[in-house]
């Protein structure tokens, strides 16, 4: 609720803002979007159904899922000039720097959905961003292997039209593999959307100074990059395959209890679950699932539960609170799929999309909203006159 609650320090501030979109329950681990809890949504929706329901408020109807779902397919492909604009890049950057610039540049060649007063720019902005993430992500991986871009395939599925563009080539047919579908259909939905989070807070505050929507989202990426938010599920891959074996799994939890060393168990701990995240479940389901189903036995999967384990018996993890995030397994499905670790966030940020535009069309929409101004604790020093240079 909008309203005063009071730090440590007797210094108050007023909550971020009012939402309707989605509710999280951290003590009991609960995560509901618009109602609906996240694993029944995982298993029996469709991304577009999601954000269907994030956008709206509402489970669609058949009528309302086909039509909503033929509009987002008017906007995969992206203005041709962009690829040009890819072609700025070094082979090696990051995909993420590459969605930052990408995304922010949309603003130059969509001029006809940046007027955030019309409610109609405003639904083709979010219906463009949605629809065209895909493409910016699987071109972004083609460009770093050196592949041609892939147009979009309006037949296809959301997911699929995804994996397509990604790992399909010119040469060949491409078929979608129904296990990979599923995979990658729920680990978009477990990464829709979730509350005041920290690129989500950004889009909104980017977004109440009147900001056109894709720079707003281009704000969102930069932000959900950092390593303690969207970028862990890269820094948990790496972390999993740093430790390699179970019997080096004690000197990572040591490290992570060391206060003296900056080490963090990467995909544990969050700002507000201190319970199980309902998403990290459905994740490791997924991510056995996906191996037995491909026939893969990657040793990454073994330490990762065995981590679980050991860390969810542990004192100091019992005491802080710290169970396994939706970071902690993703990147075993994700590398199993055949992303690369670079990949992983940008398939974050992809997902996430629909998310920070739901909350951003919340919050532009609200005749009642002003520009966030968020206050500060002054800790420095009082008044003091200027000491001219020879005085000092
Ligand atoms: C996401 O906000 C969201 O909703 C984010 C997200 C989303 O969907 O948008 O859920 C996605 O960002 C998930 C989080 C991904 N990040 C990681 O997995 C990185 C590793 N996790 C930590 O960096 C950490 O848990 C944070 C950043 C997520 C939260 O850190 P906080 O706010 O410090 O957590 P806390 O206050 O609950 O920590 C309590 C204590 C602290 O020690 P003390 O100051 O009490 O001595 O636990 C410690 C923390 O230092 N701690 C950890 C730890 N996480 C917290 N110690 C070791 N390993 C960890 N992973």
């Not at 440590?8 to 509710?23: K, L, M, Q, R, V």
């Not at 807070?201 to 720079?215: D, H, K």
């Not at 037995?292 to 050991?310: C, H, M, N, R, Y």
């Amino acid at each position: 609720q909008t309203g005063l609650f009071t730090y440590d320090p007797g210094f108050t501030s007023t909550a971020s803002c009012e939402s309707a979109i989605t509710y999280i329950d951290g003590d009991e681990g609960i995560l509901l979007h618009r109602g609906y809890p996240i694993d029944q949504l995982a298993e029996n929706s469709t991304f577009m159904e999601v954000s269907y329901l994030l956008l709206n408020g509402e489970l669609p109807t058949a009528d309302e899922l086909k039509n909503f779902t033929y509009t987002i397919s008017r906007h995969t492909m992206l203005h041709e000039q962009l690829a040009t604009f890819y072609r700025g890049f070094r082979r090696d950057a990051h995909p993420m720097a590459i969605m930052c610039g990408v995304v922010g540049a949309l603003s130059a060649f969509y001029h006809d959905s940046t007027d955030i007063t019309d409610p109609e720019q405003r639904m083709i902005a979010s219906h463009r961003l949605i629809a065209k993430m895909p493409t910016i992500a699987a071109m972004a991986y083609k460009y770093s292997v050196g592949q041609p871009f892939m147009y979009p395939d309006n037949s296809l599925t959301y997911t699929g039209n995804f994996l397509r563009m990604t790992f399909g080539v010119p040469a060949e047919k491409y078929e979608v593999n129904p296990v990979i579908e599923n995979a990658m259909r729920r680990i978009f939905i477990l990464h829709a959307d979730h509350e005041q989070n920290a690129s989500t807070s950004t889009v909104r505050l980017a977004g109440s100074s009147g900001a056109n929507p894709f720079a707003c989202i281009a704000a969102g990426i930069a932000c959900l990059w950092g390593p303690a938010h969207g970028g862990a599920n890269e820094a948990a891959l790496n972390m999993l395959r740093e430790i390699g074996t179970p019997d080096k799994i004690p000197e990572y939890i040591a490290r992570a209890k060391d206060k003296n060393d900056p080490f963090r168990l990467m995909g544990f701990g969050h700002r507000v679950y201190k319970n199980f995240d309902p998403r990290a479940k459905v994740m490791q389901k997924t991510a056995q699932e996906v191996l037995k189903e491909l026939g893969i036995s990657d040793p990454v999967l073994d330490t990762a539960q065995e981590l679980e384990q050991i860390a969810l018996k542990d004192d100091y993890f019992i005491e802080k609170k710290l169970y396994p995030n939706v970071d902690f397994y993703s990147g075993v499905i994700l590398n199993a799929i055949g992303f690369p670790t670079s990949m992983f966030t940008a398939l974050f940020a992809l997902a996430r999309t629909v998310g920070w535009v739901a909350q951003w069309n919340e919050m532009i929409s609200d005749p009642e909203q002003k520009i966030g101004r968020p206050r500060q604790l002054y800790t420095g020093q009082t008044q003091r006159d200027y000491v001219p240079v020879d005085k000092r």
